[in-house]
């Protein structure tokens, strides 16, 4: 079992910066691939990035060069900095766990947290 706890959104302006934070728990250990992944409404649940335990790194086109993942395992962290910050990037955003210890496997998801950018 994994428990995940997103903190860190809020209301910015457009231009402007926020930094997410996932605190993970359980059984990190068996824990892999980790993600933040975002849902506006009306839209489905979109992959914003994802980094693997070795370091490696996907981004959505929507924010490359905008958005920076990053994990601390020894901390329990996931952190997503948000820069030039825009209104399309209103969303509930979500930290996932991919979660693998044979024979079970799984994904893990955390509450969500809202972000909301003005014009």
């Known amino acids: 079992q994994v428990q995940l706890v997103e903190s860190g959104g809020g209301l910015v302006q457009a231009g402007g910066s926020l930094r997410l934070s996932c605190l993970f728990a359980g059984d990190t250990v068996h824990i892999s691939t980790m993600g933040w992944y975002r849902q506006a409404p009306g839209k489905e649940r979109g992959l914003v990035a994802r980094?693997?335990?070795?370091?490696?790194?996907n981004y959505a086109d929507s924010i490359k060069g905008r958005f920076t993942i990053s994990r601390d395992n020894a901390k329990n962290t996931l952190d997503l900095q948000m820069n030039s910050l825009k209104p399309d990037d209103t969303a509930v955003y979500y930290c996932k766990a991919e979660y693998y210890r044979y024979p079970r496997q799984g994904d893990y998801w955390g509450q969500g947290t809202q972000v909301t950018v003005s014009a």
């Open positions: 980094i693997s335990n070795s370091g490696i790194t």
